[in-house]
């Protein structure tokens, strides 16, 4: 029975129908314009570039400029690219001007496509970021749509890792910068931890288009952007908690392969508590006594170590190291570590050097960092799937867009084996029977495991030349991806990472004629080897196209839709032939996640002989069905994580937004004023409680209070003894005789020194007691899920108690500024001071999915002591840490406050 829904879409068009059916006008106003653009000089068109910027000064909107800019650009392109986008990239450009996302194919050029609504918003002057998934892309997309932008007389600028400051500050200062997800993120944390506003790099987040959205919104913000410090090492505790492990039996633990999850039995904490008490490291009777929590999160991480976690399918070892796979891509990712002390227990369990936990200094997620742009677009050629994340979390709406051309792909239906082994005996013979017509193939593999087997299999059955394309040989990617469409090819990729780089029938020419004349001088036999390769590639896309197009040939089916549909999208570009078929067994991981023991039982009873596959359209729905659980779940965790994470950036705005004002406060002493007005009445009110009689008051609390925070010897149990004072008598002379010091001080120092000197410390103690409120959250995130229990809503708790940390951090904030700046002296240093210690050093850290590179490797660490030469003490000026250069750690402070430097300044450095 045909639903209303269906009916009335037959009518009417789908929502999606009719939004592009409204853009359509917009399209002919635009190729109106065509005639009189192309009419013009080039000095001509680029004026135009100027009358625009003149019209948004004067107050006219950006909307009200789309058509004669994209009118501008659409001509531009033409002569300086040799590229004229089609009508259909026009109304991609629109949607993402409007701030949505853009699904369009591959191959449909969505790098043109951002040009149009990148050239329309940079013409109001606040930057336009373009976000790629790595530096490759960054650059290669900066140089050649750069050309267009200059062409415009628009400034390039490109931010991709190891640039220094002043680099980066030019990138972001241009009209349009091209950036990593990544590095922009670091940016943003990293101006959040320098000391004056003139350091900083970025400029603001006015409108960002990102591309690859799926990848970077969905997959890489499963994880946080982390800037960490080391903690103390454990290396010891780990190696003795993974020696009980192995002594496990089944009975003794339950593992939950959906939800990722190890737990311990009732007979497995048992027996853990005795082989415990045996090596002397329970403490109390229980294994769940308070003291015993540290013991508790190391046997938890042992135990996924080895029992959910698979060497070579969830990392492998190598150079001695625990190296994790990506799921998605299949990608290494060096330089990225499971948090929480986990990637110590697989180092354990391997038996490699064990590396110590870091503390997070500075994190935000890619949900929040993007959230920050006032507007968000993007562009994918898979976004359907995810399109309610993208409402929900961003407030994006997907819109896809029509190809050029008609897909004329062919999707066959998938084809389900009962056995690992007879899936893959099928897919040999269908990749010989495909290579022998000349088909090219590109086989998709969930993991480096079933990569490499399937590359053993082809070779046992006497196929060498193909290609393998996952963690361990991805140095030449997009060579390899661009290739993959030559007659005959087989391409075996580890789920289809390497986007970015369209697969063209009969091989890519610009990438051949880079790999093979690279080196080769400009001339007339360049250009005739170049008119050859070309030739060539043209004869062997047409022998590709007679051969079927690109056979996408599927191993398995992943969790997600959207990253099967990534890998089907790479056959059918432009219009070209292709087919794509998927391949499972019912061993595969999601099917029996799912349950396939049933449908096992089922297919043998109905007679299903080794090596024959069960079709049918049927099973297409029941595994589409499947998958749209596990997204469902995926996404549901991802939206609880993010409920976490708002509580966390809400207190990072107040204190990101709190360090700007400072940093630009010419002179923030009124607000140290503040803070040591209320430190004063927060000790009287701790001591003196409300209406409580004289001889209650605690005067000699109240004195040693004084003495540690305002450095000031009263005699309050004296003024106490008086007839007639009250709490109210007492704090104002306490704030008499701290104002009068604080004044004192600053007469002797000088305004301009003691205002420096306030910042200083300001910033310093707020960074101090920020990183130590992280600590704190994330302990608070570890415990709260247990509320749960007590029929407490988990999310309700943690807000509320996060709320009271940030509290106490504040009013600690307050007593450490006030307890600092009433010790400054300026005193001379003693000459005979102990050698500096190295500053602690900091690490700012994130993996690129896609790539599988650590965007900040190479020795991308920074210190948290600002200054890195060793300076004569009668050359520093106490009251300017610039000056100080090493401090050693036991040495006195310059600051003269009498204490040692780690116990001072360098408690905040």
């Known amino acids: 029975m045909v639903s209303l829904g269906a009916i009335a879409r037959k009518i009417f068009g789908s929502s999606n129908d009719r939004q592009i059916k409204a853009l359509r006008p917009k399209v002919d106003a635009i190729n109106a314009l065509e005639p009189e653009l192309q009419a013009l000089t080039d000095d001509e068109l680029r004026a135009r ?86 530096d490759y892309l960054a650059r290669r997309d900066a140089e050649w749509m750069g050309k267009l932008y200059g062409f415009l007389g628009l400034t390039t600028g490109i931010i991709v890792h190891g640039l220094s400051d002043e680099d980066r500050k030019a990138a972001y200062a241009c009209d349009v910068t091209y950036a990593t997800n990544n590095e ?88 853990m508590e005795t ?45 001695g190291e625990v190296v994790i796979i990506d799921e998605f891509t299949g990608r290494m990712m060096p330089g990225r570590r499971f948090s929480e002390g986990l990637h110590q227990a697989l180092e354990a369990k391997e038996q490699v050097t064990i590396h110590p936990e870091n503390q997070t200094l500075a994190s935000i997620t890619f949900q929040n960092y993007f959230r920050m742009y006032k507007k968000l677009a993007g562009m994918t050629g898979t976004a359907n799937t995810e399109a309610e994340e993208f409402a929900n979390i961003y407030g994006l709406l997907v819109s896809e867009i029509p190809t050029n051309l008609p897909v004329s792909r062919i999707d066959e239906d998938d084809e389900v084996y009962r056995t690992v082994e007879e899936k893959f005996a099928a897919i040999v013979t269908e990749i010989k029977a495909a290579r022998e017509k000349g088909q090219p193939i590109l086989v998709g593999t969930t993991s480096i495991e079933k990569s490499e087997l399937l590359a053993e299999r082809l070779r046992k059955d006497g196929i060498q030349d193909f290609e393998v394309l996952n963690a361990r040989h991805h140095e030449r990617e997009a060579f390899i991806v661009s290739q993959a469409g030559k007659p005959g090819a087989i391409t075996i990729a580890t789920n289809m990472a390497g986007r970015g780089t369209d697969i063209q029938l009969g091989g890519n020419p610009d990438m ?39 056979y996408v040939l599927a191993t398995e089916r992943h969790e997600s839709r959207r990253i099967d ?109 503040e803070m040591r007005e209320d430190v004063v009445e927060d000790m009287v009110a701790r001591r003196i409680p409300e209406k409580a009689y004289a001889e209650q008051w605690d005067m000699e609390g109240l004195r040693a209070d004084v003495l540690e925070y305002l450095n000031l010897d009263l005699p309050v149990e004296e003024w106490a003894q008086e007839e007639g004072i009250d709490e109210e008598g007492i704090m104002e002379r306490l704030h008499k005789a701290a104002e009068q010091a604080a004044a004192d001080r600053a007469e002797r120092f000088g305004q301009d020194i003691m205002t420096y000197v306030e910042k200083s410390i300001v910033l310093q103690a707020l960074d101090s007691l920020w990183r130590e409120h992280l600590v704190n959250l994330d302990h608070l995130r570890s415990v709260v899920g247990f509320r749960g229990y007590a029929q407490r809503d988990p999310l309700n708790e943690y807000k509320t108690e996060a709320f009271e940390l940030f509290q106490a951090m504040l009013v600690n904030l307050r007593q450490v500024v006030t307890s600092q700046l009433m010790r400054v002296e300026l005193v001379r240093q003693a000459a005979d001071a102990p050698p500096p210690q190295e500053p602690q050093r900091i690490q700012a850290r994130h993996i690129d999915a896609t790539t599988g590179e650590n965007e900040m490797a190479d020795g991308d660490t920074m210190t948290l002591a600002r200054p890195e030469a060793r300076v004569a003490p009668e050359a520093r000026n106490p009251a300017d840490p610039s000056t100080w250069g090493k401090v050693g750690r036991n040495e006195e402070c310059p600051c003269g406050s009498g204490k040692k430097y780690k116990h001072c300044h360098g408690a905040f450095a």
Not at 289 to 311: C, P, S
Not at 524 to 534: L, T, V
Not at 596 to 620: C, F, T, Y
Not at 633 to 659: A, C, E, G, W
């Open 49 to 134: 570039t100027d009358m625009f910027r003149q019209q948004v000064a004067e107050g006219t909107s950006v909307d009200d400029l789309l058509v004669p800019a994209f009118a501008t650009v659409r001509e531009a392109s033409r002569r300086a690219l040799g590229l004229r986008p089609f009508d259909v990239q026009l109304i991609g450009g629109m949607v993402l001007h409007e701030g949505g996302i853009s699904e369009m194919k591959t191959g449909e050029g969505k790098t043109l496509v951002a040009t149009l609504p990148v050239y329309l918003n940079a013409l109001a002057g606040k930057g336009v970021h373009v976000v790629t998934v790595n």
């Open 184 to 271: 922009l993120g670091f940016d943003y944390l990293r101006d959040n931890m320098k000391y004056e506003r003139a350091q900083m790099v970025q400029r603001g987040h006015a409108y960002a288009i990102v591309d690859e959205v799926d990848s970077i919104l969905v997959d890489e913000a499963r994880t946080p952007l982390i800037i960490s410090g080391p903690l103390e090492d454990r290396s010891d505790l780990y190696i003795a908690i993974d020696k009980f492990i192995p002594s496990l039996e089944e009975s003794d633990y339950e593992i939950d392969e959906k939800q990722r999850t190890a737990t311990f039995t009732e007979e497995g904490t048992e027996k």
């Open 275 to 319: 082989l415990l008490r045996d090596a002397g490291m329970l403490k109390g009777n229980s294994l769940y006594d308070i003291e015993n929590v540290t013991i508790v999160h190391h046997l938890n991480n042992a135990l996924k170590a080895h029992r959910l976690f698979q060497r070579d399918k969830d990392y492998i070892v190598r150079n």
């Open 512 to 550: 051949r004629i880079q790999e093979e004349l690279g080196d080769m001088p400009e001339g007339p036999d360049r250009q005739a080897k170049e008119k050859a390769i070309r030739e060539e590639v043209q004869k062997l896309k047409e022998k590709a196209k007679a051969a079927g197009g690109l």
């Open 565 to 673: 549909n990534q890998l089907r999208g790479r056959s059918g570009r432009q219009g070209d032939p292709g087919r794509s078929k998927f391949f499972l067994s019912l061993q595969d991981d999601l099917m029996r996640i799912f349950g396939s023991d049933r449908m096992d039982g089922m297919l043998q009873k109905l007679g299903l002989q080794e090596g024959e596959a069960i079709v049918h359209p049927w099973i297409n729905k029941a595994l589409e069905k499947a998958q749209k659980k596990v997204e469902a779940r995926n996404f549901d965790i991802r939206k609880n994580l993010l409920k976490y994470d708002d509580v966390m950036n809400d207190q990072r705005k107040v204190v990101f937004d709190q360090r700007i004002q400072l940093m630009e406060g010419e002179n923030i002493s009124q607000t140290v004023a």
